[in-house]
């Protein structure tokens, strides 16, 4: 990777409808160059995908916690299992394996605090391998970003 698929990368990452022909202009390669760049890009993996950054509070999602959780056995099945869970599970949204006081930390999102209530009794309560869960509440968002800094 050149300093070009760096400069591409920027500027994709910020706005992904960039036109072919500003990113060429950009970069001062062809659009040719450009197509193909990205094409390769995307086949190596670098772009894993191309979306839409929607703002949670018009759909109705008011709450985002950060929770530490810690599981009762370390049985490789029993974190097998609960990983699953919390990829299948759309109000999480990131989700960590971390070394630590915890095991993991995940991010998720609800509507109101009945709707979080309501997540952590399907979600930990119910998972008998949940040791504890330690939430934070965010109470405002001061940076979220999916941009990875390239330099």
Same mark, same amino acid.
């Given at each position: 990777m050149d300093r070009t698929d760096r400069k591409l990368l920027d500027h994709l990452q910020k706005n992904a409808r960039?036109?072919?022909?500003?990113?060429a202009d950009i970069t001062g390669i062809s659009t040719?160059?450009?197509?193909?760049?990205?094409?390769?890009l995307r086949e190596a993996g670098v772009?894993?995908? $191309? #979306?839409?950054?929607?703002?949670?509070?018009?759909?109705?999602?008011?709450?985002?916690?950060? #929770?530490?959780?810690e599981l009762e056995r370390d049985r490789l099945d029993y974190i097998?299992? +609960?990983k699953r869970k919390a990829h299948q599970d759309p109000q999480v949204t990131h989700f960590y394996c971390i070394a630590?006081?915890?095991? +993991?930390i995940l991010i998720m999102?609800?509507?109101?605090?009945?709707?979080? $209530?309501a997540f952590t009794h399907r979600f930990f309560f119910?998972?008998?391998? #949940?040791?504890?869960?330690?939430t934070s509440m965010v109470v405002s968002t001061e940076k979220a970003t999916s941009q990875v800094p390239i330099g």
């Open positions: 960039t036109p072919i022909q500003t990113l040719a160059s450009v197509q193909r760049r990205m094409r390769a772009i894993k995908s $191309e #979306v839409a950054i929607l703002d949670p509070k018009p759909l109705g999602l008011g709450i985002t916690a950060i #929770v530490a959780v097998q299992a +609960f630590g006081d915890a095991d +993991f999102m609800a509507k109101d605090i009945a709707d979080y $209530e119910a998972d008998k391998n #949940v040791r504890k869960f330690r």
